[in-house]
Nanobody, 130 residues
């Protein structure tokens, strides 16, 4: 089992940048799992925006963020980052880090489905003003 904790949210003007962090508790096997970043606006479904393998390799981006958001890893710190550039007001949401046991959610393309993930952080709010 793993515990996740997000940080780095805040308020930024359109065109600005933020870097979110997701720290995973120690003791989890990081080498072979699928993780993702999701976001949610009140009253709407949770949207998967980035999927990635904890051990590195291919990353998967939703069309709404591709070219603007980038995932990176610091496995020595058990930390996964989401660099968000050229932010838009429509990026305003609560952002969540999620993790699954094993690679399946990434391998079979389910990384954008919230039901594919077992472990979730509490979220961090991102607000982009116009």
């Amino acid at each position: 089992q793993v515990q996740l904790r997000e940080s780095g949210g805040g308020t930024v003007q359109a065109g600005g940048s933020l870097r979110l962090s997701c720290v995973a508790s120690s003791g989890w096997t990081y080498a072979s799992n699928c993780m993702a970043w999701f976001r949610q606006v009140p009253g709407r479904q949770r949207e998967g925006i980035v999927g990635f393998y904890t051990g590195g390799g291919a990353n998967f981006y939703a069309g709404s963020v591709k070219g603007r958001f980038t995932i990176s890893r610091d496995t020595a710190k058990n930390t996964f980052y989401l660099q968000m550039n050229n932010l838009k007001p429509e990026d305003t949401a609560m952002y969540y880090c999620a993790a699954a046991d094993g690679l399946g959610a990434c391998l079979d393309g389910r990384w954008s489905e919230s039901r594919a993930f077992t472990y979730w952080g509490q979220g961090t709010q991102v607000t982009v003003s116009s």
